[in-house]
């Protein structure tokens, strides 16, 4: 990996932290996903549309911070100013979604 680039992703596990009214079960009952307040509730104060779809009405909220703290790189709603994106120099990329360690050397293929 180049040393410009860096490891990206959250820092936390979401399905642990995720609240109960935002969690997406298996037929298990396990957490396999978490759900965007805006795609769990439907409001227009979460979806920041209509009276609420300018940054001045669309603030963040409880569970914008949850998404925020587990991932502070990315957005966590319509109106969030996350950190500047990451941005590689590579003709080649890795993306390893839900790996069990961070910062393993990755062997060549």
């Known amino acids: ?11 936390k596990n979401l399905k642990i932290l995720c609240p109960r009214e935002l ?14 307040a805006c795609l769990a509730f439907n409001l227009d104060r979460f979806c920041c549309r209509n009276e609420y779809g300018s940054p ?10 949850i998404f ?8 966590s709603y319509a109106f969030d100013t996350p950190s500047p994106l990451v941005n590689c120099a590579s003709r080649e ?7 069990s ?3 393993l050397q990755l062997s060549s293929q």
């Open 56 to 65: 001045e009405k669309c603030r963040s909220n409880v569970y914008s911070h």
């Open 101 to 103: 360690s961070w910062g």
């Open 1 to 11: 990996m180049s040393p410009k680039c860096s490891i990206v992703g959250c820092s």
């Open 93 to 99: 990329y890795v993306i390893t979604f839900c790996p």
């Open 68 to 75: 925020k703290y587990a991932c502070p790189n990315y957005y």
């Open 23 to 36: 969690r997406v079960l298996n037929k298990n009952g396990n957490v396999v996903a978490c759900k965007s």
